[in-house]
């Protein structure tokens, strides 16, 4: 896929851009066909040049995040997926009052690292997402949350690139989140957030953390690849209770099955191909409608073409 175009593209940029890579080795789940080009932009002009090129090329993109919520189909992604990992990132406190500290948090940046910046500073609130595997910039497009605690909580404000390539800032109050949603016009790039958290105790804040991640070692199957709960909740039953109940915990197609733990998890037992992760799912839509009368909704991101 490496055309007279793109090479202008790699010569322009400071970064590096990857031709036809598969992106099982991108996502959690350890599935999924190639994207044509992988950039990773070195800094903001690069970002812009990559966006002004996709525009010239009439090409479609995307933003990877750590793949941990993505399940990127057989025959892969015609377009560009843009990391951010090599030039997005970083963490710093901004202010220090005397009961709020500001934080800005790249989003590159790994959602692991923003936990521990605020335990290590006293900063008390992002301890709910101890043991959440993805970026900074993709739990913010979730709305990432567990344990009564959600992305929008402490953000105080987003920093965003348009498809045109402009950086704007936005205070949460202009932004709209729900449940495991920030609705993001198409082709805006979240940037980084700054997080507002309260002055806590440093060995508070690391027990509810270690707590938190003994809670999700006891449910989750994490010796797997997957990509956390496939199904959203319904309002009133967890969809792992939902599929436990129409008796399809640990059913297997192929290297794809209903985790055997969790079931709202499917694990990848090996050489699991999307398509069979998708008939699984299915398979578990349909059984929850037919006997419990409930719509599940997909959680992951599904993306890609079939082979
Ligand atoms: C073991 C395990 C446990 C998990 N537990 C939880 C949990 O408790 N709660 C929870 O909410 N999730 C959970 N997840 C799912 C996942 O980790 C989160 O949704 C995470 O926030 C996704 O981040 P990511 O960087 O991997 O995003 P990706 O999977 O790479 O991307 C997800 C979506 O965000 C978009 N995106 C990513 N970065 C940007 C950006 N900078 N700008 C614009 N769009 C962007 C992508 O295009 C894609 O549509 C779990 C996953 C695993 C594997």
């Known amino acids: 896929m490496m055309t007279a175009n793109s090479i202008k593209l790699a010569e322009e940029i400071k970064g590096e851009i990857l031709y036809s890579v598969r992106l099982s080795q991108y996502t959690s789940f350890g599935v999924g066909g190639p994207v044509d080009f992988l950039v990773f932009p070195a800094d903001l002009e690069d970002l812009q040049k ?11 993109y995307f933003v990877l995040g750590n793949g941990t919520n993505l399940l990127v189909r057989d ?3 015609r377009g560009m997926a843009i990391s951010l990992s090599r030039g997005f990132g970083g963490i710093s406190e901004l202010e220090r009052g005397e009961k709020e500290g500001l934080i800005l948090a790249g989003a590159g940046e790994s959602l ?17 997402a101890a043991g ?10 979730m709305n990432a949350g567990a344990f009564r605690g959600e992305m929008k909580d402490d953000l105080q404000s987003l920093q965003l690139m348009d498809p045109e390539g402009d950086v704007v800032e936005k205070g949460k109050e202009e932004l709209s989140f729900s449940y495991r949603v920030l ?5 805006w790039i979240i940037l ?28 989750q199957p994490l010796h797997l690849p997957s990509a956390g709960s496939i199904f959203r909740n319904p309002s009133r039953v967890a969809a792992g209770k939902l599929i436990e109940g129409v008796g399809l915990k640990g059913t297997r197609l192929r290297d794809a099955q209903i ?42 991101q599904v993306i890609g073409e079939d082979e």
């Open 259 to 300: 985790s055997e733990k969790h079931a709202n998890f499917i694990v990848n037992l090996g050489k699991a191909r999307a398509r069979d992760i998708l008939t699984l799912a299915e398979w578990a839509k349909e059984k929850v409608f037919e006997e419990k009368g409930v719509k599940l909704e997909m959680e992951i």
């Open 112 to 128: 692991g690292r923003l936990v521990e910046f605020s335990r290590e500073n006293a900063l008390a609130g992002m301890e709910w």
């Open 192 to 219: 980084g957030g700054k997080f507002r958290l309260q002055i806590g105790n440093g060995q508070a804040i690391r027990s509810r953390m270690e707590e938190i991640l003994q809670k999700r070692a006891a449910k």
């Open 50 to 60: 990559t966006l002004r090129w996709c525009r010239q090329q009439k090409l479609a």
């Open 132 to 141: 959440i595997p993805g970026t900074v910039g993709g739990a913010l497009f």
């Open 183 to 187: 609705e993001l016009k198409k082709g």
């Open 75 to 77: 025959g892969g992604v």
